[in-house]
């Protein structure tokens, strides 16, 4: 073992072992509180512990200030890193070993574990195998015993790999302490001078045979104040991705019997499968090799070794390999190292991934600088010295040389300038014309998602517009649906296939394709020229017979297009709207007749144009693709139903087309001298358009002549007196609390959303304000260079990069903040009037 | 033995002919009447010059044959590019059949046929057209289904996309590289053999 301290003019050291690093006093605080801290704070108890490894008493420093430990048992076969613990690091460690609590013992871990007795926490501090024997230590067997010897909540805290240079290794750790019988939680720490090091993220992992859950990093309580480490946002390091997540599916354990944590560290492009132990050596499944060649020569993971083994720096001349590419900078293509190394595998630490490139380009480098065709000449000229079937195979090789050599030279050359060609001329195309084959096409219109995003982005906005049912002051002023997310979003494609199979069969789709429950409306004409029990309206006519019309497209959650042209606006399950003719009624389900007229808003009818043309638009344009793929296949039809299918679609399609342009002219538009509805005022809350919950509780109704009034029990209208009212048709009462009912739920839920949302945010912008303030402080203790690199979510980037995004996600918090603030305050009040009139006059 | 005159004529013509040959790419026949005149007594001079003509010619001859699949799949590519500004609905069916199966790969094909040269056999001239046009349509076909169906998606039916689109590409790559592969071999040079 070589131990070398590296000390540097600023008074800090690193430790380095065998080339690895084991601290810098700059930043080891990082390391080793995150390593004890918790460990000791998630232990049930921690009057016992072991730390396994850590002679240089660092771990143990940290353990010895956290209030109930009562002892510690320090396991290292290293006398000389404990010696050095003992003097050279007594003014980091603060004299630890000195401590009576300590009991140190010079022997291998494996071998003393089981002499120790039982602990609340058990530290593995061990260095990073480099050989195999070393990796016993992290092997299932290892952690079977640790768990054997830990108290009931006990706790192991490992120092595992990188996840980001080696996770195939670190997978493999988890998952062996996983097949020991324990629970694994594993958080990142980000350590600069490792990071320096190439070694990137670092890792540890927790394990217990309890349950660990990432809550349990989250609500971490520590007794004493960290030097360097933030806990409370240890937790946010403790996430991986499923992608990441998934590699531990194929790496192996790391047993006894099969010691692959070493190969996994030093070929970090190893799968499981690949390799197997045979005869004292690692070898290679050649099928499985070939089936992965391509993914791994491809992957491009670049100082993979680092983690391991001592990478020389730039300025390092013994770095400085010999290139022999570099004498033919031009006419030679790179050559790609990676398949060949992955074939050479690092069984030995010093057996490393440079020397095996290095050796590699001196051999291609030789074989490149040989002129196979000079070579050949010259042994063809001593062909009387040489056995006569070589003389005629090197004729052989002489003919291949000059018939195929050039050609293929030629060809590879021609098919990259060909490809070349053909990619920018075709970018050209696309640009000059955007309507050909390899365009996305020009119509992206974007229509079709303002019936999801309503549902899902108004859901806490709803007095900016939300669902046409209970859209209030602004929904239907034009304002925003006009500038709601449908218009600037990706174009709607048809991802389902309710055009190809349910068309027309059952119930209404939309224009993605999705098909819905049937729905039918019965009703008669639809209008206001109808004859109502209750009330006559001014030049009202003999109602029409009710027919049943079925739901064809639903252009938004509350909108549907009926099989008439007609459109009906759901208010609530027993209420809608019917719009038709320049005209909207109010309906309840129970009765095909209107309730009663309502003013024919102009920004309704304009944001129902709207919304019934764009989506017709899109249907179009998708109608228009599927008819371009035919041009192509539709001969086909008769052998493939996939293309039968799709004519079928188009017909559908195009019969939708119709039927939307058939409603977007039956709608018509309202009357000339229709004016918006003026917004509510405070105390007033908007049920639908038209329809307002006034601040005494009563319902006004906006009608095409007048406006009517309603509490429940009796209807008047602005232009007679409240004594001269009649009685209010159970139909209206039961359709306008419906609607309320429906309201209420949407507006608690808005309220509870909006409530989520500021603690979201309250927390978030918490969190930007103390990363501030450690990027701040990392920026001074830098010397204040404003390209130290510092984690940045998964990134690295400059500090001074990090301070002022950060700086702008808090401005963007803020802002954020105040909008969501507003939106519940405005949800709050409307809910409390809507609670208000249903325990009162709607009761 | 015949009279001087006599033999000089004969050598002459063999070497004329040899020379013909030789403008029609015909290099063994050319070869054959250069035998000949030579066993006539031709000059040294003369004969070598012609000998080294024709060897210079026919590796330029198969030089030329070699590019000129790839001048073919050009000629097709650029050709199918052209088409693929708009679709064939938006080009109407006809227009675009017409374009896409025949002149594309008639021109293709006679641009090919006749850079080749006579020396290659119609059989060869006709393979070579059929695949260099083959795979310009071939792969305007495949670009143009893939970009259609991706920005229709799918529908979980991405193998029977698949077979269709592949079929239909081989169905038409055959087609354009026939027309290609009869256009080099019997209309390039139609007449001269």
């Known amino acids: 073992m070589t131990l070398h301290i590296d000390e540097r003019t600023d008074g800090n050291f690193a430790l380095f072992i065998d080339g690895d690093l084991q601290f810098d006093t700059a930043d080891e605080a990082l390391y080793h509180e995150g390593l004890t801290l918790p460990a000791l704070c998630m232990a049930g108890s921690c009057a016992r512990v072991l730390i396994c490894g850590g002679g240089d008493g660092l771990a143990l420093r940290e353990c010895l200030r956290f209030p109930g430990v009562e002892r510690v048992d320090l396991v290292d076969y290293s006398p000389e890193v404990v010696e050095l613990g003992r003097t050279r690091f007594a003014g980091i460690n603060r004299g630890a070993f000195e401590d009576h609590r300590v009991a140190v013992h010079i022997a291998d871990a494996w071998e003393q574990l089981d002499t120790l007795g039982n602990f609340d926490v058990v530290l593995c501090d061990f260095t990073v195998p480099r050989k195999p024997d070393d990796a016993r230590v992290f092997t299932r067997e290892w952690y079977s015993r640790i768990s054997a010897s830990l108290n009931p909540n006990g706790i192991v805290a490992v120092n595992a790999v990188s996840p980001q240079a080696t996770p195939e290794a670190f997978w493999c750790l988890r998952k062996s302490i996983r097949a020991a019988g324990l629970n694994a939680l594993a958080y990142r720490v980000c350590i600069p001078s490792f990071r320096a090091q190439g070694y990137g993220a670092w890792t540890f992992m927790l394990a217990a045979r309890r349950p660990l859950r990432l809550a349990d990093l989250k609500q971490l309580e520590c007794p004493v104040e960290t030097r360097q480490l933030d806990l409370a946002r240890l937790y946010r390091g403790a996430s991986f991705t499923r992608a990441e997540s998934s590699i531990e599916r194929h790496v192996p354990v790391n047993s006894l019997e099969n010691l692959c944590l070493v190969p996994l560290l030093l070929n970090p492009a190893m799968d499981d499968g690949r390799w197997t132990m045979g005869g004292g050596r690692w070898t290679i499944d050649d099928r499985r090799w070939a089936t992965d060649y391509s993914r791994n020569s491809t992957s491009g993971r670049a100082g993979s070794l680092s983690s391991i083994v001592h990478r020389p720096s730039s300025a390092d001349p013994s770095s400085t390999v010999f290139r022999p590419s570099s004498a033919h900078p031009s006419s030679e293509s790179p050559f790609d190292l990676a398949p060949l190394l992955n074939a050479i595998p690092v069984t030995h630490p010093y057996h490393t991934r440079e020397m095996v490139e290095a050796m590699a380009e001196q051999v291609i480098g030789a074989i490149r600088s040989l002129d196979i065709k000079r070579l050949v000449n010259a042994l063809l000229r001593r062909a009387g010295e040489l056995p006569k079937d070589l003389v005629r195979e090197l004729r052989k090789l002489r003919d291949f040389l000059r018939d195929h050599t050039?050609?293929?030279?030629?060809?590879?050359?021609?098919?990259?300038?060909?490809?070349?060609?053909?990619?920018?001329?075709?970018?050209?195309?696309?640009?000059?014309?955007?309507?050909?084959?390899?365009?996305?096409?020009?119509?992206?219109?974007?229509?079709?998602?303002?019936?999801?995003?309503?549902?899902?982005?108004?859901?806490?906005?709803?007095?900016?517009?939300?669902?046409?049912?209970?859209?209030?002051?602004?929904?239907?002023?034009?304002?925003?649906?006009?500038?709601?997310?449908?218009?600037?979003?990706?174009?709607?494609?048809?991802?389902?296939?309710?055009?190809?199979?349910?068309?027309?069969?059952?119930?209404?789709?939309?224009?993605?394709?999705?098909?819905?429950?049937?729905?039918?409306?019965?009703?008669?004409?639809?209008?206001?020229?109808?004859?109502h029990p209750a009330y006559q309206v001014s030049g009202g006519q003999p109602a029409a017979r009710p027919e049943k019309h079925q739901a064809l497209f639903v252009a938004d959650d509350d909108m549907m297009v009926l099989d008439s042209g007609d459109v009906v606006i759901t208010l609530s399950d027993g209420a809608y709207l019917l719009v038709t003719g320049g005209t909207v009624a109010l309906f309840n389900e129970k009765n095909p007749e209107p309730i009663l007229p309502v003013y024919p808003d102009p920004g309704l009818f304009r944001n129902i144009q709207d919304q019934v043309q764009s989506q017709q638009a899109a249907v179009q344009h998708d109608s228009a693709l599927r008819r371009d793929w035919l041009g192509w296949v539709g001969w086909t039809s008769a052998l493939f139903p996939i293309v039968a299918e799709d004519k079928r679609e188009v017909r559908n399609l195009d019969d939708m087309t119709r039927k939307l342009d058939a409603a977007a002219r039956r709608i018509g538009s309202a009357p000339a001298n229709a004016v918006p509805a003026s917004p509510v005022t405070a105390g007033q809350v908007e049920l639908f358009v038209g329809g307002y919950l006034l601040s005494d509780d009563t319902i006004g109704i906006r009608q095409p002549d007048s406006w009517l009034y309603t509490d429940g029990r009796s209807i008047w209208t602005d232009k007679e007196e409240k004594s001269k009212s009649r009685p209010c048709p159970p139909l209206l009462t039961e359709a306008v609390q419906s609607i309320l009912k429906k309201l209420q739920k949407e507006l608690t839920a808005d309220v509870a959303s909006d409530k989520n949302d500021l603690r979201e945010l309250y927390t978030d912008n918490l969190q930007l304000q103390q990363d501030l303030v450690q990027y701040q402080g990392i920026y001074m203790s830098s010397g204040y260079q404003s390209d130290y690199e510092v984690d940045y979510g998964t990134d690295s980037i400059s500090v001074s990069q990090a301070i002022s995004r950060t700086q702008a996600d808090i401005q963007q918090n803020q802002i954020d903040y105040q909008q969501t603030q507003l939106s519940h305050d405005k949800a709050h009040i409307d809910l409390d009037r809507i609670n208000s009139a249903l325990h009162g006059l709607w009761r | 033995m015949r009279p001087p005159d006599e033999q000089h004529a004969a050598l002459e013509f063999e070497i004329l002919a040899a020379e013909r040959e030789l403008v029609h790419g015909q290099f063994a026949r050319a070869r054959d009447h250069l035998k000949t005149a030579s066993a006539m007594g031709a000059r040294k001079m003369d004969v070598n010059r012609l000998h080294a003509s024709i060897n210079a010619e026919e590796q330029s001859h198969a030089k030329r044959a070699r590019l000129s699949g790839w001048g073919g799949f050009g000629i097709g590519g650029l050709g199918y590019l052209f088409l693929s500004l708009q679709q064939p609905v938006a080009w109407t069916m006809p227009l675009w059949c017409g374009l896409a199966f025949l002149a594309i790969p008639a021109i293709a094909g006679y641009a090919m046929g006749r850079w080749q040269g006579q020396g290659q056999s119609p059989q060869s001239r006709f393979w070579s057209a059929l695949f260099s046009v083959g795979w310009a349509m071939c792969f305007y076909t495949a670009i143009s289904l893939m970009s259609l169906r991706w920005q229709i998606g799918l529908a979980g039916q991405g193998g029977a996309v698949l077979v269709a689109g592949t079929f239909v590409s081989a169905a038409y790559a055959l087609v354009a590289g026939t027309v290609a592969g009869v256009v080099s071999a019997k209309l390039a040079w139609h007449g001269h053999e």
């Open chain 1, 406 to 531: 050039p050609s293929f030279d030629a060809w590879r050359e021609w098919s990259y300038r060909l490809f070349a060609a053909l990619v920018i001329t075709m970018t050209l195309a696309n640009t000059i014309a955007p309507d050909n084959a390899f365009a996305k096409g020009a119509h992206g219109l974007g229509h079709a998602s303002m019936s999801r995003g309503y549902s899902g982005g108004f859901g806490g906005g709803r007095g900016e517009g939300g669902s046409f049912s209970s859209a209030r002051s602004g929904g239907f002023g034009g304002t925003s649906f006009s500038r709601s997310g449908g218009f600037g979003g990706p174009a709607p494609r048809i991802t389902s296939s309710g055009f190809r199979s349910r068309y027309s069969r059952g119930g209404p789709v939309d224009v993605y394709g999705y098909s819905y429950a049937p729905r039918y409306y019965i009703y008669c004409g639809g209008g206001y020229y109808h004859v």
